[in-house]
């Protein structure tokens, strides 16, 4: 098993920086592909950033890409999500993920075995 918690959120004003955390705890850190998603109000979940198990490589949603950096500490356990330049339309609840078997370039919402509850951003225009 595997615990996720995230942190992190709040309100920000558009053009603004915010960065989430994601702490993990209950299986070797290291195995695990991590990831980042995001549900915007009234919408679907939807993958936002990718990182490998040895954090040597990263996938991006388009929406972001440029933005926002993940990364991932292995002696801390944890999964950061760098956030700059906000924009009204990133608003949404943050979750982090993690998926035992894949890989990166396959990550996506219906395929990850354990997630976090969320942390919300807001952000204003």
């Known amino acids: 098993q595997v615990q996720l918690v995230e942190s992190g959120g709040r309100l920000v004003q558009a053009g603004g920086s915010l960065k989430l955390s994601c702490a993990a705890t209950?299986?070797?850190?290291?195995?695990?592909?991590m990831g980042w998603f995001r549900q915007p109000p009234g919408k679907e979940r939807e993958f936002v950033a990718a990182i490998s198990r040895n954090g040597g490589g990263t996938r991006y949603a388009d929406s972001v890409k440029g933005r926002f950096t993940i990364s991932r500490e292995k002696a801390e356990n944890t999964m950061y999500l760098q956030m700059n330049s906000l924009k009204p339309e990133d608003t949404a609840v943050y979750f982090c993920a993690a998926d035992v078997f894949g890989s990166i370039m396959t990550m996506n919402v219906d395929g990850m075995d354990y997630w976090g509850k969320g942390t919300l951003v807001t952000v204003s225009s």
């Open positions: 209950g299986r070797t850190f290291s195995h695990l592909t």
